[in-house]
């Protein structure tokens, strides 16, 4: 067993977890040596590669189909119950089919774009099985010869620099020629002749032997114009045609799972000592690869070659143990200082930040809870139920005097509208009339009092404070958060919508007597005359405010009288409605505005009267409520007030307020788990920056500890006796 292999392995691992970690400023320059692998488009590289992986996995066909590094590591799992791959950057899990693999590979390459062609951003993928060795390979783009027609110019030389950058010292490059194309033209020897020219870290692999004569395929594997001291390696990689034709028909992944001789690196294997077999020239140079002596080796066979690798990389990587020991160290000195520097070596975690975080949020809840009480919610309450009063009245009063012909405003003097609108010192005499009014009073107050209060209040409070929570969420500590923004207003809206509505039937419930019968104090009389006398001038402020925008809308107060005076003459009568615009030059959304401007001027005369009248003697007791409506209804929409909110106030203000903290306790704290909880805290560009740093000097102390333990385990075997 490859142990210092499969620690460096594991070392790599830790060092790659920091690379992904997010952002260029994280990539960790520790190199550990690589095996990396370069060749022509079609010398068979992928061939090599599924065999020694025992599984067809790298993407097919012709367009250019891999523009990424791939770092492939093998991990050997004797006990795996099944084989699989990892993607550790993807985050996909385990995948166990092979095809998906493949199609994901493809999906990652082919999201370069064709502008680019190819990109040096590796994609890493992990494969364990029980038939891998421990190994790390690089899959590269494959050199071409012309760029066709359809490639950028610049593809060829970008892939040339790609691989350069990888073929570089201390990594160990196996390149790949076919034996039936002119070694002396092999781009992948030539590459590696370049940056190795003394083939102190080059293994050569011949493909496609059995498309050469035997012994010229030993000539090949003899190359003296390039001698490598690890030698060249011949194969046949080629899945045998009998099996590849099951395989398209699936025949070959069930063959292939009847065993550990299934895998397609057995049955590559299996055909290649047949082949080999029947010619002796191969039989002679068959032997064993031992790479030591540093002589030009011959070493045939895929199963060869795999275990040559191995060899080879653990050789590589204890060489360069120390150095890699010393790099990492280095590294992790610079990034303590600078955690040290930025953060005064303040440890952080994505929990304690969340905790923080939830804390914060609670203040300003409670801050807010502070200031939105029962006295708010009773003003918002009686604000609105003025406003239904105010339409009952335009209802029930003011408009009937412009919608009735016998009380139509418009064909009355001022003496005959005051009479009507009782301006309380000249009080009705007759039984008739007083039965009117009396009805349309109780008519307002049935209208009032059945209007849905409990509804309407418990939506009030609840749109409050959904609505604030938003605002808070918006504003506060979550605010870069959006995931956590919505669990905040989704415990809000389960809380509210919960409570909605229990809390609004023991509103109308507890309403409910005001429904037959209101009594009346003194106190309360003259409180609601003051209010309803605010409220009448308000209206009046309003009236005056909207007439004077139409003022200005028809281009002056002259021309608003003028088209007012015609539609009050053709109401009586005196002028046509049809001549307005022929004769008079006034279109009929002039008219319109007329007739508005007309509405908003008797309004305000009659909301004027009315004041006069509340401010009379006759208003002043609370037994002239047929008279003054205004105060009348102002009582009871005050009693529904008081009623409804001291309800509110239990059942759903200080339920809520006592409910949610405990909710996004529970929601956020342990609830969220570790990853989300981590997704959250990196949401903050500050924390994401801190908790990356930290991360940093973890794993780089992880990994100068791992790399020491390698280091001494080393030494005690090199003392130990043989
Ligand atoms: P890549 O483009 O370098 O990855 O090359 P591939 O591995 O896709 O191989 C290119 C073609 O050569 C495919 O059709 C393979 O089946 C074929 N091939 C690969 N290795 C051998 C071999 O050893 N012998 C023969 N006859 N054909 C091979």
Known sequence: MMLLTRKMIEIRNILQEISTGGGSRSLTRVQLPSIVVVGSQSSGKSSVLEAIVGHEFLPKGNNMVTRRPIELTLINSPDAAAEYGEFPALKLGKITDFAQIQKTLTDLNLAIPDSEAVSDDPIRLNIYSPHVPDLTLIDLPGYIQIAAADQPEFLKSKITSLCDKYIASPNIIVAISAADVDLANSTALRAAKRVDPRGERTIGVITKLDLVDPSRAIDLLQNRSYPLQMGYVGVVSKVPSTLATRASSGLLSRFSGSGDSGDIGSVIAKNEEVYFGRHPVFTRALTDADDLTGQQQVTLGVINLRNKLMRILERTMAKNLQPACDAIHQELEETAYQFKVEYNDRP????????????????????????????????????????????LLAQRYWNKLDEDPDLALGTLDDATIKSILRPVSELPSAPSEDVYWHRQLDACVSNLTKSGVGRTSTTLVSNALSGEMEHLVNSGAFKTHPYVKTIVQDATMEILNSRFYSTADQVENCIKPYKYEVEVEDQEWSKSREHAFALLKEEVRQCE??????????????????????????????????????????????????????????RADILRLRMQALKSKQCKSKDSKYYCPEIFLDVVADKLTQTAVLFLNVELLSDFYYHLPRELDARLGHGLGPQKMENFAKENAKVRRHLELQERKQKLELAAEKIESVIAMQKTRRLQPA
């Open 348 to 391: 952080i975690t994505a929990e304690s930040y969340l905790a923080q975080s939830l804390d914060s949020f609670k203040l300003s809840f409670k801050e807010f809870a502070g200031k939105f009480g029962r006295e708010q919610v009773r003003a918002m309450l009686k604000s609105e139920l003025d406003q239904r009063v105010l339409d």
């Open 545 to 602: 405010a909207a007439y004077y925008k139409l003022q200005r809308s028809v281009g002056g107060g002259k021309k608003l009288s003028q088209v007012e005076k015609f539609v009050e003459k053709s109401r009586r009568g005196l002028v046509k409605m049809e001549d307005a615009n022929e004769i008079y030059g006034f279109s009929q959304a002039l008219i319109d505005k007329g007739r508005e401007g007309l509405f908003l001027t008797k």
